[in-house]
Nanobody
Framework: QVQLVESGGGLVQPGGSLTLSCAVSGTTFSILVMYWYRRAPGKQRELVASITSAGSTNYADSAKGRFTISRDKDKKASYLQMNSLKPEDTAVYYC????????????WGQGTQVTVSS
């Protein structure tokens, strides 16, 4: 059974930093494209960042220059380092992993709350 478990969310002041972690089990981590999404109250889910097994990354415009996605194949984990956080970054952050193939399959974590407030 594939499981993705996020951790690292919490309350942080504007301008602060947080690093989210996503631990993956039950599948071969190296074949997954990893994503971080977020859903703010009253808004649609937004793709924040992605990273391929080769390490290629993409970011939403709102995340460029402030967030960094990474992955560690030995720890079977993905990370989202978030700097210069703003109140508008407040959301539930979700980790996802997609196994590419003829029938791609995506797995989701349960989400972790990030609140940016003074």
């Amino acid at each position: 059974q594939v499981q993705l478990v996020e951790s690292g969310g919490g309350l942080v002041q504007p301008g602060g930093s947080l690093t989210l972690s996503c631990a993956v089990s039950g599948t071969t981590f190296s074949i997954l494209v990893m994503y971080w999404y977020r859903r703010a109250p009253g808004k649609q889910r937004e793709l924040v960042a992605s990273i391929t097994s080769a390490g290629s990354t993409n970011y939403a415009d709102s995340a460029k220059g402030r967030f960094t996605i990474s992955r560690d194949k030995d720890k079977k984990a993905s990370y989202l380092q978030m700097n210069s956080l703003k109140p508008e970054d407040t959301a539930v952050y979700y980790c996802a992993g997609t196994r590419l193939g003829v029938i791609p399959q995506t797995y989701w974590g349960q989400g972790t709350q990030v609140t940016v407030s003074s």
